[in-house]
């Protein structure tokens, strides 16, 4: 439990998250009724305790599109479970979602701040929508909220909101948290908008990261592009003062609610599952991929090193199955549907190529798993392959090892990922293009003995049930100086 300062003078102030999804799916039934799903995750598991408190609200787009119905009034109308939270629809057309959401975000800035900017579409009219929208999403916020409430904006949907807010209220304060890293700058160079978005960014009172090395990115990148600036990042929280304005900048590695996992992959059905899992592939150990369907999670680059360890450590060969479960994302990018056609590719090559009567050396699956089938998933599993190109944190390799309650896993883990950072003395690193050096670490931890894999998941375990979900959400916000100054609420973050 954390106390909080309640000398302060100041009463409790209003939480309000803003991202690009509620987090709430909208589905429509065959016979045209809607139905809402709360969708969980782990910044709502972490906020939803103060956003309850503090009658916090939510505003973000719920995911859907849909002619003649007000998806508003539907959501005002829904009673989210966990609590008193307020949903706030921020509602956009189908012109919108193309540009905004499929264009500028997932075409342009998705790829760039993954280092992939030979994947970056530059289109003027993507920009342009995405402005309106990150100004729509302003607009919602201060229509729905008041001065002293504090404003919470996640990720590289919205990059521009503060700038917005400002133009509409210059007294109105945002902070931001960027899930995604941030390029260097040779990278953000390319970017033809990148004198506006920076400037809109240093529009910021906070800006958190995932990782140092993005923050120290983002800094060499504002202080090329920006005349007069001082910094000072010697202090945990860099200020960053321009001509005008003053605002810190820090790094807080997102995790995951470490008791919700081992607590659900230790129940009755988890095991029964893990277990069934287990013996459907007699005698063959289980090494898990979990994705989704994205080109930065190196699935390719996997597969190649999978079909390369089958090649050259034939003793593998019946003795280890990869159960690769792949999420759709993004299907209607063409780059997205190119991606799936590789990895089906690839996997028939290396199911053709190697399957024996009784073992099939990929399972495959391209569907959500429900989260008590994930959790059977990571406990059934002896190694998980997290192999990403470049990836904010990954909280797959936080969710196996929380889930691996036996502690007798083993994390193959990307040295791009940011989560290699917290996990880099316990996992396995690799380099996802090195296909070589990925089976070779394959084989490694194939044979790794039971006591090092103990003492690897141990540490891992320990490390993450530390530094949750909880722990994120209360070190960012106390940077953001948002627990200092509530006087009537007791915060839980529990651990
Ligand atoms: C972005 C950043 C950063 C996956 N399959 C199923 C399922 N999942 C859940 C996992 C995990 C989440 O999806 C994926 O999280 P990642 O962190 O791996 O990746 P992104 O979606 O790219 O997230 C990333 C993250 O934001 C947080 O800041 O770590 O770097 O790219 O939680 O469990 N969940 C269920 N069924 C599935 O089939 N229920």
Redesign the pocket.
Known sequence: MMKVDRNSAKSTQRLILVSNRLPVALDRSDSGEWHITPS????VTALAPILRKTRGLWIGWPGATAEGVDLEQLLAAYRYPLGSITLKAVTLTQDEVQHYYSGFSNETIWPLFHDLHSRCKFDPEDWLVYQAVNRKFAQAIIDNSDVDDYIWVH?YHLLLVARELHAIDPGRRAVF?L???FPSVDIYDKLPWRQQIMRALLEYDLIGF?TLRDRSNFIHCAESLTKGLYVNARKRLAVIQTPSRELRAGVFP?S?DFREFSRLAATKEVVRRSIQLREDIPGCRIILG???M?Y??GISQRLKAFRNALERFEDLRCKVTLVQ?I?P?RAHILEYQKLKAEVDGLISEINGQFAESGWVPVQYMF?????A??AAYYRAADMAL?T?LK???????K?YCASNVDENGVLILSEF???AVQMRRNAMLVNPYDIEGVANTIYKAYNMGGAERKDRMRRLRNSIRRHGISWWASRFLQAANYTKQQSTIEVQFPQ
């Not at 969980?40 to 910044?43: D, E, N, R, V, Y």
């Not at 569907?367 to 989260?371: A, F, I, L």
């Not at 990836?391 to 390799?397: E, K, P, Q, R, S």
């Open positions: 969980s995750g782990g910044l990720d948290f899930h995604t890293p995932q997102i995951i979990v994705d989704r994205d930065s999670k479960i999420i994302s569907r959500s798993v429900d989260r089938e994930l997290v990403p990836d904010g944190m990954n909280l797959v390799a969710e990922a940011g989560a």
